[in-house]
């Protein structure tokens, strides 16, 4: 697995390096700072002197970038692959889905540090930009990650459930977790009294469910998973962060599909919502 590891110096950012240690051993580990240099602000400014602060804050900006990658370099987990170091200019999210691409990464891991949650749906994020931009699984971490053991996975759908399995196929985990698979399914008023058919339509719907986690968690149990199916009636993201608070997760790994591109900045998503409401890092793959 091809890991890319972006670090901007926070303290999430410190607890995605320590995340590393409960992944497998990259087959290439890129460690990468993104450098979002501003221009001089003054309009009175000749331009030969603004170019010159600019140039200057750059060089300063860069030799402090060289210096957080070297730290993290030497924090690398006993298990980690050989890395390679890079500081790029631009807008961190871009330069990291670029990188991604460049290097074909499988997996992204990084801290997040947004803004608020009401001027991050004005305004976007770094972590948000990536979750829809990003060619590759992703990794938030949102605090201490003090273990890799107990992972919930959402489903909501077939289509999540093979996106699901081609990730967890891929091994990525340093040793054995127990993955719980949700499945959650609107909760609705009960059918009026005497709707036979009502009654029966929604008692097929949950065994349709039923059926379906299970077979996933059947299929993860082949590849070397444990795996267990739960189903819940309740709202997406209310449901999941009980389940995650219940069952101590310590991870949730969930799949990034539905609204796309601004309006799930403008209206959000159920991967969105999470980020700002999870209790644990959350792995979002494609």
Known sequence: MKTLLAVDGSDNSYEAVHAL???????????LHALDVPRPAYPMMLPEVAE???????????????????????????HASPSTKHVRIGSPAEVIVSMAEEQKADLIVMGARGLGPIKERLLGSVSHRILT????ATLIVNGPVKAMKQILLPLQGLSDAEAAIRFLQLKPYHEAVEVTLLTVLPSTGPPRPGDAAAAAAATEKLEEQAAFIDGAAERLRA??????????????????????????????????????????????????AMLHQMPCPVLAFH
């Open 223 to 272: 590849i070397g998973y444990q795996a267990h199916g739960v189903s819940v009636l309740g709202t997406p993201s209310a449901m999941i962060l009980q389940q995650a608070t219940t069952l101590r997760s310590d991870l949730i790994l969930m799949g990034t599909r539905g609204r796309q591109g601004i309006t799930r900045f403008v209206l959000g998503s159920v991967s969105h």
């Open 21 to 31: 240690k409960y992944f497998a051993r990259a087959e290439q580990l890129t460690l």
């Open 52 to 78: 010159e602060l600019y140039k200057t804050l750059e060089q300063c900006m860069r030799e402090d970038g060289e210096r957080l990658l070297d730290r993290v370099q030497s924090l690398h987990p006993m």
């Open 133 to 136: 931009l990003a060619p590759c």
